[in-house]
């Protein structure tokens, strides 16, 4: 393998970037008359669960902490255990709904590991099929997600709902 120094990018690697306002700040302020149109599904004292807007798969789900933090570590026990606690709720309910061959959990901290909001964490739920991925997929660089967000909500809505 050939090696190929480039230090004049260390700069744009390390930079600050100005990222606006964050999305999971906004969605995490209380306002039952929106959570619908934000697709949060459930809220608890310290984090939500929300629909992603751009899923892998129907029924991906993010369990986000109301307080910005980058890192897990940065959370309290109790915000840990309440993100485990929520995480194992949303493994039941999305068992129950979809029936999927398997989950993904994962958190993404920090650009380099693929976060797509960073600074707020979140943990994807992920609910996984055999062959969900495909030729689109691979050869076009396209997902392909058989069910839209707001019909997703619609799905799942209801049995989060029944937990209040």
């Known amino acids: 393998m050939d090696t190929l120094f480039t230090p004049w990018r260390r700069d744009y690697l390390t930079g600050a970037r100005d990222e606006g306002g964050c999305v999971f700040c906004e969605a995490a302020a209380p306002s039952p008359d929106r959570d619908a149109e934000r697709l949060v599904l459930h809220r608890r004292a310290s984090l939500y669960v929300i629909l992603n807007l751009y899923p892998y798969?129907?029924?991906?789900?993010?369990?986000?902490?109301?307080?910005?933090?980058?890192?897990?570590?940065?959370a309290t026990p109790d915000e840990r255990r309440d993100l485990i606690e929520?995480?194992?709720?949303?493994?039941?309910?999305?068992?129950?709904?979809?029936?999927?061959?398997?989950?993904?959990?994962g958190l993404n901290l920090g650009r380099a590991a693929g976060?797509?909001?960073?600074?707020?964490?979140?943990?994807?739920?992920?609910?996984?099929?055999?062959?969900?991925?495909?030729?689109?997929?691979?050869?076009?660089?396209?997902?392909?997600?058989?069910?839209?967000?707001?019909e997703s909500y619609a799905r799942l809505a209801p049995l989060f709902a029944a937990l209040a």
Do not use: K
């Open 115 to 150: 976060a797509g909001i960073v600074g707020h964490l979140h943990l994807h739920v992920v609910p996984r099929w055999e062959g969900d991925t495909n030729f689109a997929t691979v050869i076009g660089g396209t997902r392909v997600v058989p069910e839209t967000p707001a």
């Open 86 to 105: 929520t995480a194992a709720l949303c493994e039941r309910l999305l068992e129950q709904t979809y029936r999927p061959g398997g989950l993904n959990l």
């Open 57 to 74: 798969t129907s029924g991906h789900l993010m369990i986000v902490p109301n307080r910005h933090l980058a890192r897990l570590d940065a």
